[in-house]
């Protein structure tokens, strides 16, 4: 246990950058999954005054750090309780995105011939088509869900993923501990998995943890557009595009914190992807 | 070469039939079909306007008829009518396609002026302070959504400077003016990430360049500093950075979706939102497969580009 920290502490010497972008992202978990305990109010509560009227649009105060928002919600409460969704949209999709394009990926690449060819043209076809109008295209026709953004958003991830595994498994093929373990007679299902498999995850976690930023992105595009969550669910698009951007002359600070959240989050995603590309990828070690 | 260019341009339409049929299908394997969704917004629809509705629009008949119909158009520039207007898709989409690709190239035009300069920079004084602060604002470029940007960007140019960006949009050759003036902000935006990322490529590629043997043969015969860059490793840099641009091309298309719609902007993008909002899915499907015919013709251009930045590279 002591090693693994030694490590840990040594990883983060290394790659400061990486080691504080590992940090705000423990810290997006923590507050998601502690959200009922860090938020102070009811993210779904119209805040009455003595009069018993909402308090509208309320600037940042000390009851209200982050201010409220036309309804008179907390923006502050909101915004924990959107860490939630966003959490949970990144990890889902990434999680069914990355299984998916690793599959067609080993698939392609390990047994080449007729399915390779008609798994790339299904990828083809896929990426020819930009990410944001594919998932627009896709959420009209199947609806407003929390499910549907995740299938949506893993379906622009997969196609990606598969590439960049299948050009590794091509590469890790030319090796001999492939030969040899076809030599002993392993059957292919063993050899990608116990042979090909491992030299294939340092991509995958790569492209992983930047797809979790953009996924992210995606998730609160799609709520600006008017076709992520539903409401009244706090989302960080959706307080971005309605309330933030009908009232950004007038309060700003709708619009200015959910925005700062998802750029935080999104930068400690690409800068840890960036950390885990140097340790991993041994060709950029040295720079 | 002309081998190679034929058998990519096939591939692409191979790719773009295959486009056609997955959006096609889309829009009508799913539950619930184009007609009900559409009258389901209005008002309780009767059998009859149903089924009138579905008549109209040929869903009546059986699938591969359909799509034979609507391809065979498609193939003859006839994408069909849209739900909403009524109004022939090819006509709606090329009375948007100007605007949208000004927008694109300027994109890329800005994208490219900001990241060259700034990962020439960045790779030469590799680890000194302008690098460290040129990698940040790369991450940062990466990091903010195009929609946040847009929209704050829009509204500080309001308060502050009383700026909205002119409706109407005029070509750059009749008004340069008010062209820039309409799209430069937006392209900026949409430039962004392009250019994060493409400064990034620009850098690391250039130092992996600066190393190879050449570069120190060139340095040795005395070949001033500017010149080996310029001359010697640029070139040979901007193939990965080709690439990157080729690969990014669909990230700044679907930009252009959001960065229209904020900027009220005329274009197939803000086209595409509307199609999807009101669910007009003849619409939807001319824009995807105007994108898609965009991003595949794009591709064989990056790919054929490669030969005359490297000409050791050779097409079979």
Known sequence: ?????????LLARRKPLGAVSAMIILGLVVV??????????????????????PIRMQAPTTTFPFGTDPLGRDVLSRII????????????????????GTVLGLVSGYWEGGLDQIIQRGVDTTMAIPGIVLALAVMSILGQSLT???LVIALVIAPGTSRVVRGTVLAVKQHTFIDAAQALGASPWRIVARHVLP??????????????GNAIVIEAALSFLGLGTPPPTPTWGAMLSGEGRRNLETAPYLAIFPGVAISIVVLAFNMLGDALRDLLDPRLRSR | MRTYVVRRALNGLLVLWLVSIVIFSLVRILPGDAVIMQLDQAAAPTPEILSRARQELGLERP???QYRTWITGAVHGDLGRSLITRRPVMNE????????????????????????????LSAVKQDTASDYIARFFAVLGLSLPDFWLATVVITFLAIWVQWIPPIGFAPLWEDPARCLGQLLIPALIIGARLAAVSMRMTRSSLLEVLRQDYIRTARAKGTREQAVIVRHALKNAFIPVVTVIGQQFSVLLGGTVIVEFIFLQPGVGSLMLDAVLLRDYTLIQGAVLFFATVIVVTNLFVDLSYAWLDPRIRYR
């Open chain 1, 32 to 53: 998601a999954v502690l959200a009922p305990v860090l938020a102070p109010r009811d993210p779904y509560l119209f805040n009455l005054n003595e009069r018993g009227l």
């Open chain 1, 199 to 212: 030299n294939v995850f340092a991509p995958i976690l790569v492209i992983a943890t930047v797809w979790l």
């Open chain 1, 148 to 150: 549907n953004i995740i």
């Open chain 2, 93 to 120: 989409l090329l009375k948007r396609i100007n605007l949208t690709s000004h927008l694109a190239v300027m994109s890329i035009v800005v994208a490219m002026l900001i990241a060259l300069p700034i990962g020439v």
């Open chain 2, 63 to 65: 699938f591969l008829a």
């Open chain 1, 81 to 100: 309780y959107g860490a939630r969704i966003s959490l949970i949209v990144g990890l889902a999709s990434v999680l069914i995105g990355t299984l998916l």
């Open chain 1, 1 to 9: 246990m002591r090693d693994a920290w030694a490590e840990v502490w």
